[in-house]
């Protein structure tokens, strides 16, 4: 679904109970030698896996990632390299100890998570290979969990822990079986397609450099725990990315994006797409000679894209109940900083307006494509209620408890909690004249010459530069709030004349700027987004996010926020090219 | 001390609107039967150079080379089938300099931690279709880029150059070399890829009855590198090169830890020079007689004493040793050990042994030699270059970055899509006058044995690889890693051992090197150096080193599994 066709796509919070619960119907399971194979390790392994003195393994459980998938993009109408890749990866989370305390979450000096044991199994159903294969992963997981529990119990002895949160947190058995789906991915199709869509900045000229990148892949996983949870799982996910970037006359570096997301490949609006990307073009060309905000501190309406982008950036990854290792005193400065709302709980964190709901169980027809039926842990997907009219009721978490939030929500996605179709909602929201006419109120109230209206920010895992990837990775492991670029916005004159802005940013934003919200409109947006929370996201030579990183769709609808500082970008301005474009500046041009 | 030298700006700007015009005149003769993609980077090469001139500091040279990657590739582990794909892609490597021959851009900024003003790797992606405007919009982007990055270097080594006291080799940045022509057919790749799939199953599966073998698998690799390259000295080159590789690996884990691996590792231009199914089979077999073995061999103390080093050994020993030791830019970089560069003309191996790298030769005996080509990276046809004539050192290998005495390039600058070339090996092969047969060196073994009144010397059969250190801030050493080491007894006894490194300095190792047999082995891999990976090949006839020195090698702390294997759906060590 394209970001235009999905904006303002009406969905109330009175219509929510219509799209829950509806869960693709719960199969049998499946007589495949991948299950098989691993239930009987499993078996042998809760039975016979024992070190002499040692404590044997209190859970096992095996994640098999069936993967199939495709990356390519083209440029200037021309194909870029293809990779299409299958595989068949093998994952073991072993705990030893017990559930009050145990392996997790502990982080030696190393810095890096736990290494995970994961092993290559066949591409078919070979029972005794993904036996041989399950055998040594689980030898190997069992041997690093004891030395792990060792380090983290030296550690923790000449220590009082301030917050003695358990490491697991029980959960009953529960079950899930889908059909794998086995139909090849249009390679072909996808790139007619990515060509196509490329071939619209054949005729801008003012666009210096676009690409458009396709990720689609197939993902099937196979979990089975020793408490008796098992689901087998379909995760298909198609996605196209446009990204356009020019030069001012001043060198001034203008870009923008847009992704359009389905879960199969026949769900790809290709109309939509081609729509995006002329869209791209022409923001781009025409910010190119716009001036710069100099400096804005006032009332600003964030609507469609934007506003999701920016409760995405700013305030979901306060949402997520990560959980903090333990570390070595002497390397804990270097850990993540502690999560603020963990401390909000039942405290004010947005206005009272605005209710949070997270809800995997929405239907992908509607167009919300961060659903599940069970998430990676098994736990049976369900609706969370985040925040209550403005007040922090709990975090998205998993098994891994957090102080305040013991049980899982049902929320693992990767490594932690994740999002799945976060519904920010309202009781309260205006017509769309009405709240222009807030916003209009506000700034002559103010006294500003001009209020500010957002519609686009950048995204950090689509990188224009590779410079927004880094910065990714960086900041990975801490709680710091960054926020991308504005890469559309105009003035507002009392007048109603509106005048475009070349770039701006945020500054000084953080998650409490939102209390500040004073005026929300009643038609919400809905945005998918992929969206990578893990201390080390998957780096992606191509810029855009890997085949298969996790998607969110938000609806959310337009915020009027009372105060907030934008101002020109802060990096210096790159020297414009020496040299025209050959295609427009030689003779054709 | 060096001072950059500019001419007055109208005698720079003739002489560049000169050059290019004779390009171009050639060009217009040329266009019909050259490829697309060279087409488009001569054209956007000719614009850049023209729209670039205007500027206050004009590039001096630039160049664009293209590279097409395609590899299919089929693997397997114990019988089954883990992964088959094709994949093409294809990167874009730019050399822009700003300056003159005599400094540039690229010169070494001494006493910086980053002695390279460039970083040493970048990766642009190119369109892998034959369009010409989408190709020139890419070059374009990063002409722009590496020129703006060029200056910005170029102002930081002029006052590095000022600053710093006198460089002790005055030979310039970058050498003078004719621009050549030359069209390489395509190489197509082809492998039915289904076939293969069964053919790799099929090498791994013996491996699966034996529970002690906890890795083991079969990978077939059809590589197709295709290179388009051009420059402002006016060459324009394609080359084409597909290589066949079957791989396969395995290894076990003994009692105490130690992991012991083996590989057997096929190479060749095409797949008929691949080996039959019989013969792999057999090869399998032995690889798991030998795992067997190896894991009951006795673990070798550290020792010093005469040795034979196989055919294969012995090519990657001077391949480490010697072959790192004579690139060029090692002989000038100032925190390089320079280990040869005032012995030229010097002995450093018996009279009869003679040392010479050659790319032009595909062919040796009955092995193909994957380390050859006919242009390097640089656009310089590949020359056969005597290193050691007759025990004497002459010679170097050379990329177009010079040295005091070697002002031109002998066409060893390489590199891996996304590096910056510098001076590497091609086919190492090592030629011995009057050989001895083989009987006739373990002969001399066993008296150097008795001579020195040594239990015993030690015969190394296979070697994965090895590593070796030619800077000066840790001592100048290397270090090869064997497979398979025999203990040889002085009634001429052999037994299988484990667990050693063969390590030593350079100069010392050479000295004592006395003789080879009549039997040459090949090796064909990879060697990877700060401008990336690049085939190589070592062909060398079995010698004898009257002292070489073994420690013992780092192993795994980790038990083997505690487990039996789950084999047959059953668990014991064995069916």
Known sequence: MTESEAHRKGLFAATLGALVGVIPPFGAEPEGATMHALRDELARSMAELRMDGMPAPYFIAYTVVDADTIETGASFGALLPTTESRSRRLQVELRVGEPAFDNTNYRDRSFL????????????????????????????????????????????????????????????????????????????????????????????????????????????????????????????????????????????????FAAVHGRHWDEVDRDGLLASAREVGENVAARRAAPDLTRYTGPVLVTGQAAAELFAQAVMPRLLGKRAPDMTPQFRRFGASRNPFLDKLGGRVLPRLLTVVDDPTIAAADGFLGGFPVDDDGVPAAPTTLVERGILRTLLSTRNPVPGVDASTGNRRGAGPLPSNLLVTTARGLAPADLNEEFAQLVAEWGTEYGVVVHRLGNPSVSQDGASTARMIVLGASQETSVEGVTLAYKVFADGRRELIRNA????????????????????????????????????????????????????????????????PSENIPRPPVAGHPYFDDERG | MLHPKFGPPWRKLACRVLSWLTALLALDAYASETPVVLQAMQAELARSMEALAGEEQPPYFLSYEITELRNVGVSASFGALTSSGDNRSRGLDVDLRVGGHKLDNTRQIRGARNAFPSSLWSLVAAPVENDVDAIRSVLWRETDRQYKLAMEQFTNVVTNVQVKV??????????????????????????????????????????????????????????????????SDGAAIQTAETIYRLFISASTKAEDGMELPLYRDYGSFTLDGLPDDETVAGDVRTMIDTLLALREAPVVEPYTGPAILSGTASGVFFHEILGHRVEGHRQK?????????????????????????????????????????????????????????????????????????????NGHGRKQMGYKPVARQSNLIVHVENPLTSEALKARLISAIQAEGKPFGLRFVEIQGGFTITGRTIPNSFNVTPLLVYRVYPDGREELVRGVDLIGTPLTTFSRIVAGDDQIAVFNGTCGAESGGVPVAAASPAILVSQIEVQKKSKSQERPPLLPAPIGGQTHDRI
């Open chain 1, 113 to 256: 998570p736990t290494r995970a044991q994961t092993r290559t199994l066949p591409l078919a159903d070979d029972y005794q290979e993904i036996r041989r294969q399950t055998w040594l992963a689980t030898d190997a997981a069992y041997k690093q969990a004891l030395e792990m529990l060792a380090k983290k119990r030296a550690v923790l002895q000449n220590e009082t822990r301030s917050e003695d949160v358990a490491d697991f947190h029980a959960q009953e058995p529960s079950s899930h079986f889908e059909e794998p789906d086995t139909s090849a991915l249009p390679v072909a199709e996808v790139r007619d397609l990515v060509r196509q869509a490329s071939s619209v900045f054949v005729d801008m000229p003012l666009v210096y450099n676009s690409t458009v990148n396709a990720t689609l892949s197939n993902r099937h996983i196979t979990y089975v725990n020793s408490e008796g949870t098992a689901f087998t799982r379909s995760d298909p996910h198609a996605a196209v990315w446009v990204r356009a970037r020019t030069q001012a006359e001043d060198g001034a570096v203008v870009d923008d």
């Open chain 1, 505 to 568: 940013e945020f500054t000084a934003l953080s998650e409490a700027a939102f209390k500040d919200i004073v005026a929300v409109s009643e038609a919400p947006n809905v945005y998918t987004m992929s969206y990578d929370a893990s201390d080390f996201p998957s780096f992606s030579f191509s810029g855009v996010p890997a085949p298969g990183t996790p998607r969110i769709t938000i609806s959310i609808p337009d915020l009027l926020f009372e105060e907030l500082t934008l101002r020109k």
């Open chain 2, 166 to 231: 006198e460089a002790e080799d005055q030979a310039g940045d970058f050498s003078r070399e004719p621009g050549h022509r030359a069209i390489e057919e395509a190489a197509p790749i082809d492998v039915d890829r289904a076939d293969w799939e069964a053919k790799v199953a099929r090498y791994s599966a013996p491996f699966s009855a034996y529970g002690e073998i906890l890795d083991a698998s079969a990978r077939l690799s059809a590589f197709t590198e295709t290179r388009w390259f051009v420059n």
């Open chain 2, 333 to 409: 970089l100032e925190d390089e050990g320079q280990t040869f560069k005032k012995m030229r003309n010097e002995r450093v191996l018996p009279e009869n042994f003679s040392v010479f790298f050659d790319p032009t030769q595909k062919r040796l005996a009955s092995f193909d030699l994957v380390g050859s080509y006919r242009y390097d990276n640089q656009g310089v046809a590949g020359r056969r270059v005597a290193v050691i004539d007759k025990g004497v050192l002459k010679n170097f290998l050379m990329s177009r970055m010079p040295i005091d005495g070697f002002p031109n390039s």
